[in-house]
């Protein structure tokens, strides 16, 4: 198991490349880069991104992009701005070398974990990212979590109990809670439990309360609960749904094969068949789908859930980058989260090793 998990993380090496000179490669054809927001700005035409942030720009540069716009009126005029003016934006921002060298110098920086600076933050992406991620962990890991603990069991339950009436209503319900959005179910929540028309039980936005550095130890921990309370109920309700007819599938067919009936027939109680004999086999499947069930939830899932609770995580980072045009955070973001995905996919593996020795990795190897 060593020799394929070592091989494995030599593997993400290229995998690596590959996602970020694609994302780099994309990256060069789309419009409105920043140095056409910062002309667009300086003409009066901007939406205004480069003066939402404090000042940053590459380390050894003569001027910030807040210098630039402060320099506005000596370049404004009828025929646009001067050339010097735009080649030395070109080279604030790192444009004035050709693509080739600069995606080399990106992946350099990358493979020392230097993912750049902010063009309109004064940070780093390191920051930025270790930053929000703390919120984007919460609702994804403790959502993922809880969509399993509901799932699994459902779905064994209905897949013993299939026909029967509660494998029928349960199946109603499911479905129910798999067509309604959760961001939609997210603002029901707020409008009913968050005081904006009936109850006043959960808080309304953030991750945690105003007073958090004066809260005790235990303080903290259910001051964070109570918050995490509605964005996790509202990404849960939509989530669980393919899960759980993941289970039930996969533990009807296991149910139904041979060696099943065999151990029925050796007079082993119908809960030692489904514990020692079809669970193992079953359940392959079904971890195999964590890790993206993790990351849909950890990357796109929480997007519209932070905007309307008021999360600062990666997904609203993520965005407003892109709104922005703010590369080095979006590249940095993404490889951030390739990395995940590849590490996530490795523990998926070691994971089905240990629920089912028979396979053995090594071997194919």
């Known amino acids: 198991m060593f020799n394929y998990i070592l091989k494995r993380l030599l593997l993400m090496i290229p995998t690596l490349l590959g996602i970020m000179f694609v994302s780099f490669v994309i990256i060069q054809f789309v419009p409105g880069g920043p140095v056409e927001q910062m002309i667009a700005e300086l003409q009066g035409h901007g939406t205004g991104a480069t003066a939402r942030f404090s000042g940053g720009g590459d380390a050894g540069m003569s001027m910030t992009p807040q210098a630039s716009t402060g320099q506005a009126n000596n370049y404004r005029g009828s025929q646009g701005l001067d050339p010097d003016f735009i080649a030395e934006l070109e080279a604030l921002y790192g444009f004035d070398k050709p693509a080739h060298i600069r995606f080399f110098q990106m992946v350099g920086n990358y493979l020392r974990f230097d993912l750049g600076e902010s063009y309109y933050r004064d940070v780093s992406v390191v920051d930025l990212v270790l930053e929000k991620m703390p919120v984007s962990i919460s609702l994804g890991l403790w959502s993922t979590l809880l969509i399993y603990l509901i799932s699994i069991p459902l779905g064994i339950r209905k897949a013993v109990k299939d026909g029967q009436a509660f494998d029928i209503w349960t199946s109603v319900l499911v479905f129910i809670?798999?067509?309604?959005?959760?961001?939609?179910?997210a603002i029901f929540l707020m409008i009913v439990f968050a005081g904006g028309r009936y109850f006043d039980f959960f808080p309304l936005r953030g991750l945690v309360s105003n007073n958090w550095d004066d809260l005790g130890a235990f303080q903290k921990i259910l001051d964070y609960a109570w918050h995490m309370v509605l964005p996790t109920i509202a990404m849960v309700i939509g989530g669980f749904a393919s899960l759980t007819m993941l289970t039930k599938n996969s533990f009807l067919d296991e149910?139904?094969?041979q060696y099943v009936l065999t151990a029925r027939a050796k007079g082993l109680s119908e809960k030692q068949v489904l514990s020692k004999h079809v669970f193992r086999n079953a359940m392959l499947i079904v971890i195999a789908g964590f890790p993206a069930a993790?990351?849909?939830?950890?990357?796109?899932?929480?997007?519209?859930?932070?905007?309307?609770?008021?999360?600062?995580?990666?997904?609203?980072?993520?965005?407003?980058?892109?709104?922005?045009?703010?590369?080095?955070?979006?590249?940095?973001?993404?490889?951030?989260?390739?990395?995940?995905?590849?590490?996530?996919?490795?523990l998926r593996d070691v994971i089905y090793v240990i629920v089912d020795p028979r396979i053995s990795f090594e071997a194919k190897a």
């Open 294 to 346: 993790f990351i849909s939830i950890f990357f796109t899932g929480s997007l519209l859930i932070e905007f309307i609770f008021s999360l600062d995580g990666l997904g609203l980072l993520g965005y407003e980058s892109i709104i922005d045009r703010d590369y080095p955070v979006v590249l940095g973001t993404l490889y951030v989260y390739a990395l995940i995905g590849l590490v996530m996919t490795l």
């Open 177 to 185: 809670g798999n067509a309604i959005p959760s961001f939609m179910f």
């Open 255 to 257: 149910i139904n094969k």
